[in-house]
């Protein structure tokens, strides 16, 4: 269920905190500050609330009953030997009125010994998407055609399964869409929270990029089954890792979770990051992979102020370059992370796409064809269409589309779906895809080419039209 109503943006900020281990309150409902009494008899009663009136604590995890984040997490251990279990009951959302100073409340909360960390969760920050200057329409979408413009979706709609007419549900994540544009099908859930006017055309757009259906312009799969939930929550309240959460609760092994945001690192940062910086963010994003879930991350679309791509292996988190895959200090979320290339030839890295080591995907971030009116805004037209799309937003959504082509066709034909370590691999695989101009040394991975994937993984020589006979 959408729900059109109230958005609490009175709030400047949010913190998100991780109580330390043997901490928890002792009311999990926790609106009331008289019940902020902690499991462990020692702990003093916590004076944060006092210090800064105003302030709402609430649970960071609140969509799904805890019950089903035990089953979730006890699944996922069950499943993945390598899963490491954090307690996701012990983060806390404080909700921040604007008299309150956000570096005062983080000096605060790291001088007391019940809080692991606490990190400023922005409200919110713009998607992923930047408006291309160019006004350039093509007779077709480029990434529908053979590579190296595009990952091939042609091909892929020869099979069953290549157009997303298969079981695998697809959920994208984000702020607001048109719900009842005319050329994409979507659908809602109880979860889904409120639908941000001032978002519709950004989340149309991404749909559009992998759902829409119309005579002279089609999505990747148009034929997918297509879910929204937002960032907002039912609540009121903008809260992204309890958005992932609620999309674990609703899809199951091989299907399709698209993260289509970006976060700065702090408040008075202009540089633009993955949002699985975030420390709640990232252990829900882990909990999905584990549990099978396949995620598409979008990697950032760089700084602000200079609009170049941030080196994600240089990003320091408390010191630590958790996005270097050469560094001790290095974590996978095991999330396919998108970066965005130029419109042409040779396909490069635009000037504002993050890229590092941990990328693993680029796609067109230029220039891309979908549906609603991005970046000006629909109104109550519902018939919209833009060829001004851009960003590591459409990137994302384009290997998303991708994905779930490989994930459908696999099941629709052999019965199995891909694990995320397998699309991970067969995604990035410079064996199987398109690779940049200058091959590893720009650091944004390789772009997806359904006709390579398919051959090499699925068919074998001899294959009919609309018939797999092998899957490797």
């Given at each position: 269920?959408?729900?059109?109503?109230?958005?609490?943006?009175?709030?400047?900020?949010?913190?998100?905190?991780?109580?330390?281990?043997?901490f928890?309150?002792?009311?999990?409902?926790?609106?009331?500050?008289?019940?902020?009494?902690?499991?462990?008899?020692?702990?003093?009663?916590?004076?944060?609330?006092?210090?800064?009136?105003?302030?709402?604590?609430?649970?960071?995890?609140?969509?799904?009953?805890?019950?089903?984040?035990?089953?979730?997490?006890?699944?996922?251990?069950?499943?993945?030997?390598?899963?490491?279990?954090?307690?996701?009951?012990?983060?806390?959302?404080?909700?921040?009125?604007?008299s309150?100073?956000?570096?005062?409340?983080?000096?605060?909360?790291?001088?007391?010994?019940?809080?692991?960390?606490?990190?400023?969760?922005n409200?919110?920050?713009?998607?992923?998407?930047l408006?291309?200057?160019?006004?350039?329409?093509?007779?077709?979408?480029?990434?529908?055609l053979?590579?190296?413009?595009?990952?091939?979706?042609?091909?892929?709609?020869?099979?069953?399964?290549?157009?997303?007419d298969?079981?695998?549900?697809?959920?994208?994540?984000?702020?607001g869409?048109?719900?009842?544009?005319?050329?994409?099908?979507?659908?809602?859930?109880?979860?889904?929270?409120?639908?941000?006017?001032?978002?519709?055309?950004?989340?149309?757009?991404?749909?559009?990029?992998?759902?829409?259906?119309?005579?002279?312009?089609?999505?990747?799969?148009?034929?997918?089954?297509?879910?929204v939930?937002?960032?907002?929550?039912?609540?009121?309240?903008?809260?992204?890792?309890?958005?992932?959460?609620?999309?674990?609760?609703?899809?199951?092994?091989?299907?399709?979770?698209?993260?289509?945001?970006?976060?700065?690192?702090?408040?008075?940062?202009?540089?633009l990051?993955?949002?699985?910086i975030?420390?709640?963010?990232?252990?829900?994003?882990?909990?999905?992979?584990?549990?099978?879930?396949?995620?598409?991350?979008?990697?950032?679309?760089?700084?602000?102020?200079?609009?170049?791509g941030?080196?994600?292996?240089?990003?320091?988190?408390?010191?630590?370059?958790?996005?270097?895959?050469d560094s001790?200090?290095?974590?996978?979320?095991?999330?396919?992370?998108?970066?965005?290339?130029?419109?042409?030839?040779p396909?490069?890295?635009?000037?504002f796409a993050?890229?590092?080591?941990?990328?693993?995907?680029?796609?067109?971030?230029?220039?891309?064809?979908?549906?609603?009116?991005?970046?000006?805004?629909?109104?109550?037209?519902?018939?919209?269409?833009?060829?001004?799309?851009?960003g590591?937003?459409?990137?994302?959504?384009?290997?998303?589309?991708?994905?779930?082509?490989?994930?459908?066709?696999?099941?629709?034909?052999?019965?199995?779906?891909?694990?995320?370590?397998?699309?991970?691999?067969?995604?990035?695989?410079?064996?199987?895809?398109?690779?940049?101009?200058?091959?590893?040394?720009?650091?944004?991975?390789?772009?997806?080419?359904?006709?390579?994937?398919?051959?090499?993984?699925?068919?074998?020589?001899?294959?009919?039209?609309?018939?797999?006979?092998?899957?490797?």
């Amino acid at each position: 269920m959408i729900n059109n109503g109230y958005m609490n943006q009175d709030l400047s900020f949010q913190v998100v905190i991780k109580l330390a281990e043997g901490f928890r309150f002792e009311d999990q409902e926790v609106d009331d500050k008289q019940n902020c009494i902690f499991r462990d008899p020692s702990a003093v009663p916590w004076q944060v609330l006092e210090l800064f009136p105003g302030i709402q604590l609430k649970k960071l995890f609140h969509s799904v009953a805890s019950q089903e984040i035990k089953n979730l997490t006890a699944l996922a251990t069950k499943q993945d030997p390598a899963y490491y279990q954090p307690d996701f009951f012990s983060f806390y959302s404080l909700n921040c009125p604007v008299s309150i100073d956000p570096y005062q409340l983080l000096e605060a909360l790291g001088a007391e010994k019940i809080i692991q960390y606490a990190y400023i969760e922005n409200v919110p920050v713009r998607p992923p998407a930047l408006k291309d200057e160019k006004d350039i329409r093509h007779p077709l979408q480029n990434y529908l055609l053979p590579a190296p413009f595009g990952v091939n979706a042609l091909y892929a709609w020869n099979f069953n399964g290549g157009n997303g007419d298969a079981k695998i549900k697809f959920v994208d994540i984000e702020q607001g869409w048109v719900l009842n544009h005319e050329n994409v099908c979507i659908k809602t859930l109880s979860c889904t929270g409120i639908n941000h006017y001032d978002f519709r055309d950004h989340g149309i757009g991404v749909l559009g990029i992998i759902m829409m259906q119309h005579d002279d312009v089609r999505g990747i799969t148009p034929n997918a089954n297509g879910f929204v939930i937002s960032q907002w929550r039912p609540d009121g309240f903008f809260n992204t890792a309890d958005a992932i959460m609620a999309a674990i609760n609703e899809l199951n092994y091989g299907d399709i979770l698209l993260l289509e945001m970006q976060c700065f690192e702090s408040p008075s940062s202009c540089k633009l990051w993955p949002i699985e910086i975030q420390e709640a963010v990232f252990h829900a994003i882990r909990l999905a992979t584990a549990l099978g879930i396949i995620v598409i991350e979008t990697a950032g679309n760089g700084d602000l102020q200079s609009m170049t791509g941030n080196d994600l292996d240089t990003l320091a988190i408390n010191g630590k370059n958790i996005l270097n895959r050469d560094s001790a200090d290095f974590r996978d979320s095991r999330a396919i992370l998108v970066t965005a290339c130029s419109n042409g030839l040779p396909r490069e890295r635009t000037r504002f796409a993050n890229y590092g080591s941990r990328v693993d995907c680029f796609a067109c971030g230029e220039n891309v064809q979908t549906t609603g009116n991005f970046p000006r805004s629909s109104g109550m037209a519902v018939n919209t269409f833009t060829n001004q799309f851009g960003g590591t937003s459409a990137a994302a959504a384009i290997v998303a589309g991708a994905t779930i082509a490989i994930q459908s066709i696999s099941e629709r034909n052999k019965d199995v779906r891909l694990s995320p370590e397998q699309m991970r691999f067969v995604v990035s695989s410079e064996l199987y895809n398109t690779v940049s101009a200058n091959g590893k040394k720009d650091k944004i991975g390789a772009m997806p080419d359904l006709k390579k994937i398919i051959d090499n993984h699925f068919v074998t020589k001899n294959t009919n039209k609309n018939q797999i006979q092998h899957i490797d």
